[in-house]
């Protein structure tokens, strides 16, 4: 399922809860957005937090530390994101407008506190030199259950490049997963697929992925489609592998074979 948000208001705008908005996603989403001055408190009891910073500049404040962070563009620049367990309070205050994106869940073990800078999170290119480089992305994951075994989540960037696809082989897993998109352009959009239902997507959409239906996107000519994907490890079932479909399992072979032939 997705839902488009249009122009989001200043204040916190709500994408899913664990309660009663798409709860099955078993996750708390939002974006923040901030006019300059502005600071924002956070302090979640039995649930972990991480803040991504989406664009802008801030100050983040935690356990007596502080730091600073800009960015300017999700497609050109890597993520900043301070990852905290409950208990932990933070605040992050707008030096100028700015704009969050916040992920909790359930989590009730603690773990030390950790701001991901721009050099901490790497850019991966996926898919180059394959199938004509028609599904030729870059990915960044933020953290994941290599880098953070102790947390329930997952928390990633994607950069689609105009007219190619990402997710792909068409994949799935048990986990349940939320993707947050914005483009290039206001008028960009592309497409999503939950096994065989294809949505429309554009800015400021939200992608609710339940465990096990193969999810493979598009983007079109012309526009550059950013998506953060969150995931939600399941109890002794934590997100670390994809299940590919079977049927295109083919396409991961060397040298496969695509029309025209050669």
């Given amino acids: 399922m997705v839902t488009v948000y249009g122009d989001l208001k200043n204040g916190y705008n709500e994408i899913c809860n664990m309660a ?36 802008g500049e801030v100050a983040f404040h935690w356990e007596g530390q502080d730091a600073k962070a800009v960015r300017r563009s999700i497609f050109d620049e890597n993520p900043v994101a301070l990852h905290v367990s409950c208990g932990v309070e933070i605040s992050v205050t707008a030096i100028g407008n700015a704009e969050l994106l916040i992920q909790k869940t359930t989590n009730d073990g603690s773990f030390a506190s950790k701001l991901y800078t721009q050099d901490d999170v790497g850019t991966e290119i996926f898919g180059d030199g394959v199938w004509d480089n028609t599904a030729r992305r870059a990915c960044r994951t933020v953290f994941d259950y290599n880098k953070a075994p102790y947390s329930n989540m997952v928390m990633g960037e994607l950069i689609n490049y105009p007219g190619r ?83 295109y399992t083919w ?7 695509i029309w025209p032939n050669k």
């Fill in 251 to 257: 396409l991961l072979e060397n040298d496969a074979k």
């Fill in 20 to 55: 009663d908005n798409h709860p099955d996603m078993l996750m708390d989403i939002g974006i923040q957005v901030m006019a300059a001055g502005e600071t924002l408190a956070i302090l979640e009891l039995v649930k972990e937090t991480a803040v991504l910073l989406l664009d």
């Fill in 165 to 247: 696809w990402s997710s792909y082989i068409p994949h799935g897993h048990d986990q349940p997963e939320v993707y947050f998109y914005r483009f290039n352009k206001p008028e960009g959009f592309g497409a999503a697929f939950l096994s065989d239902e294809a949505f429309k997507i554009k800015n400021n959409s939200a992608f609710f992925i339940p465990g096990g239906p193969t999810h493979p996107q598009v983007a079109a000519p012309g526009f550059a489609m950013y998506y953060c994907w969150m995931i939600r490890h399941l109890k002794d079932n934590p997100w670390v592998s994809r299940d590919n479909d079977p049927r």
